[in-house]
Nanobody, 125 residues
Framework: VQLQASGGGLVQAGDSLGLSCAAS????????MGWFRQAPGKEREFVAGISGSGGRTYYTDSVKGRFTISRTNAKNAVYLEMNSLKPEDTAVYYCAADRSNTGVIVTTPRHYEYWGQGTLVTVSS
């Protein structure tokens, strides 16, 4: 599975930004997809995850109510809509795929087998 993330950029605090992740995978709907981020000097952290059907989502507390994860299985794509961005959201954002098909959205990075290259989001104050 190859993942290609895009959509990062430089925005001001309070702005919105949308990220996309294109996947080259058969049976894309069988993968749980996640977005992670890594700020300079920090560990990679879970941001949001979505079940294979798109019916279930899960967010880290710091982005609840501001970020929305979604997917379009017909296009092998997953998205992250980010609103009310804050300087602390600045990071490289990665999309990741979990092939375990357990139906459980896991927040641990090592659980995800496939990773995109990352896209930088910079939020200025």
């Amino acid at each position: 599975v190859q993942l290609q993330a895009s959509g990062g950029g430089l925005v001001q605090a309070g702005d919105s930004l949308g990220l996309s992740c294109a996947a080259s995978a058969l049976a894309f709907s069988s993968y749980i997809m996640g977005w992670f981020r890594q700020a300079p000097g920090k560990e990679r952290e879970f941001v949001a995850g979505i079940s294979g059907s798109g019916g279930r989502t899960y967010y880290t507390d710091s982005v609840k109510g501001r970020f929305t994860i979604s997917r379009t299985n017909a296009k092998n794509a997953v998205y992250l809509e980010m609103n009310s961005l804050k300087p602390e959201d600045t990071a490289v954002y990665y999309c990741a795929a979990d092939r375990s098909n357990t139906g459980v959205i896991v927040t641990t990075p090592r659980h995800y087998e496939y990773w995109g290259q990352g896209t930088l989001v910079t939020v200025s104050s």
